[in-house]
């Protein structure tokens, strides 16, 4: 199976490779040099466009930053869609707003192509690893042929519906997590302030009714939990700014269904607070952080 893969930054460089290594001739395009040649040393080939890339190819995969991009790539002045072969699996890993991805769906199917939207969650260790959680949006046929490629990037594969339902999924998951990391740091905060070690408190909480994944596999606490961002620093990790990004989309999903979502929205205030702090580039859990120092509301 012949597979282009258009975006290879920290997160499609990997998952491109992870293809590779699964016997897939993959060829990649990219604006980065750099990561034209990662994915080059990894056994894959590269073109000099997109155009060029998903030259008769089985399955595109895309990983790119925003809607605006998606949109512009598929059905934009060199529409990829119109130099697809007929029955084409598109494939786009993205994170979008739930628009454009039904757009696409829309518009590839005028054009004979198939199409699932297909964000992940993991972060970029989940990607290098080959550990992704993918939320696929489309109809079933498109599924079953991605199914078998999806598994070669991720653990866990999910069908959550018609095109733009792995969107919706992921910034409903993603609101969750926000909401319940900025809850997270706040307790252990409060206990912090009061001479309560962290450590204890995550313990205690950890086998009481407050357990949640923050606490689980992400303690914000540092010296706390070992390899995760709060041991480092807050570096690596899902950064403020893209917690940032996925709360806006959320929210602009819930505004155009009129459904309230008041917390999501007092987290989307509070983690725009701590970017506006200069921690944009941070790992999300940092918001701890801003806690501790007591200059989270200044």
């Not at 039904?102 to 297909?118: L, S, W």
């Not at 969650?121 to 550990?131: E, F, I, L, Q």
């Amino acid at each position: 199976m012949n597979i282009a893969f258009i975006g290879l930054g920290n997160m499609g460089g990997p998952m491109a490779a992870n293809l590779v290594k699964a016997g897939y001739a993959v060829t990649g395009f990219d604006l980065s040099k750099a990561s034209l040649d990662a994915l080059e040393k990894a056994g894959g080939k590269v073109a000099s466009t997109a155009l060029a890339a998903v030259e008769g190819v089985d399955v595109v995969i895309s990983m790119l930053p925003n809607g605006k991009i998606v949109r512009d790539l598929y059905t934009g002045k060199n529409s990829l869609f119109a130099a697809l072969l007929p029955q084409t699996l598109v494939i786009d890993s993205s994170t979008i707003d739930l628009q454009t991805a039904r757009d696409m769906a829309a518009a590839a199917e005028e054009q004979g192509v198939q199409f699932i939207d297909a964000p992940v969650s993991g972060g970029t260790a989940g990607a290098a690893a080959g550990t992704l959680a993918f939320m696929a949006g489309g109809e079933d046929e498109a599924f079953k042929r991605a199914k078998p490629v999806l598994e070669k990037m991720g653990a866990n594969i999910f069908h959550v519906g018609a095109a733009g339902n792995g969107q919706l999924v992921k910034m409903c998951n993603n609101m969750l997590l926000a909401i319940h990391m900025a809850g997270t740091s706040e307790a252990l905060a409060l206990g912090a302030a009061n001479g309560l070690d962290p450590k204890v408190l995550s313990e205690v909480m950890l086998q009481s009714s407050g357990c949640n994944w923050s606490l689980q596999k992400y303690n914000p606490a540092p010296g706390v939990m070992e390899n995760v961002p709060a041991a480092n620093s807050y570096q690596g990790g899902f950064m403020v700014n893209l917690m940032l990004k996925d709360l806006g989309l959320a929210m602009d999903i819930a505004s155009g269904s009129s459904q309230p979502t008041p917390m999501g929205e007092l987290a989307q205030t509070l983690f725009q607070k701590h970017g506006d702090q200069g921690m944009g580039d941070r790992d999300f859990s940092s918001i701890y952080q801003m806690y501790r120092q007591g200059d989270l509301f200044a």
